[in-house]
């Protein structure tokens, strides 16, 4: 019987947008499987697990991605695992002509940009892996496509896109590549935008809810971690290419 417990052993881990929410759980959940795992962000937060390496940057500019990858190979020696995890919404209400041209360029540079420039530079230390596989963080199909959140849908379609040319690109290396889609997911940064939302619109965040077909309830960044989790290790060795959906059935029933 495989001891998934320990399935991360001598695996070396990067997480962006690691120091807290969905990152810092993927990171944590990575770490108790017994991985070496750095994670990078701006700022260290209560939530960033202790037992990763920390790497201080903003990959919103190609400099800031350049010295995370850098430091990364410096202090893992390697990598077999990305999660491009990094993101963040900033709703514009009430509408699409409220995005402005800087709203535009700073969604895409996040949501999407940030990936690409992290990836890039990674991609021979995955090659040498020989189990490399590499997670993209994506949204729910359900808010980004609403007017004031269109900069935000945007950027991660151009994300997805960009992570099903990876698939095709890196499956004869036997790089795997996919698409995590959370639904509604209590972080930080969710919390935040949801609050917001659900005062601009007079109801409360129970009320948004209430949308989830699975009782109506939203989900744990332990959730989001468990299915990242699943998909780098080899239990998901023949997946790759695809979306998968963490959201109590939002965004693929409603
Ligand atoms: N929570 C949800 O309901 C939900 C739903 C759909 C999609 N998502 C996606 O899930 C991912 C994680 O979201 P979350 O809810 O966990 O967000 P969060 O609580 O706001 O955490 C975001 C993480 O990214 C880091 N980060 C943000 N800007 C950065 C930058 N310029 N450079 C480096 N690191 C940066 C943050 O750290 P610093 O601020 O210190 O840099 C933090 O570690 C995002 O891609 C988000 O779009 C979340």
């Known amino acids: 019987m495989k001891d998934y417990a320990n399935e991360f052993q001598g695996k070396k881990a990067l997480v962006t947008g690691g120091s807290r929410g969905i990152g810092a759980a993927t990171a944590q959940r990575l770490i108790d499987g017994g991985a070496t795992v750095a994670v990078a962000a701006r700022s260290r937060h209560e939530q960033t697990p202790a037992g990763a390496s920390f790497i201080q940057g903003d990959i ?17 020696g390697g990598l077999d695992i990305l999660v491009n ?11 699409i002509e409220m995005i402005t041209d800087e709203d535009w360029m700073d969604s895409l540079m996040i949501n999407f940009m940030s990936a690409v420039r992290i990836t890039n530079p990674l991609l021979n230390a995955l090659r040498q892996s020989g189990s490399g596989a590499i997670v993209n963080v994506s949204s729910g199909g359900v808010i980004p496509f609403h007017g004031f959140l269109a900069h935000y849908g945007a950027a991660k379609a151009a ?11 890196l499956g004869p ?33 129970e009320q948004l809810f209430k ?13 989001m971690a468990e299915m990242i989790a699943f998909l780098v290790s080899d239990r998901a060795a023949y997946i790759t290419g695809h979306n998968h959906f963490v959201s109590g059935g939002q965004g693929e029933l409603a």
């Open 60 to 76: 919103t500019t190609l400099a800031g991605a350049n010295d995370v990858t850098e430091d990364a190979l410096k202090i893992l």
């Open 85 to 95: 995890n990094a993101g963040a919404a900033t709703p514009r209400l009430p509408g």
């Open 159 to 169: 994300l997805s896109s960009y992570t099903k040319s990876l698939a095709k690109e």
């Open 173 to 205: 290396a036997g790089i795997r590549v996919n698409i995590v889609t959370p639904g509604a997911i209590l972080t930080p940064g969710g919390n935040e935008g949801r609050e917001q939302l659900a005062a601009a619109f007079g109801i409360t965040v």
């Open 211 to 223: 949308a989830i077909p699975l009782e109506g309830k939203p989900g744990t960044a332990a959730d």
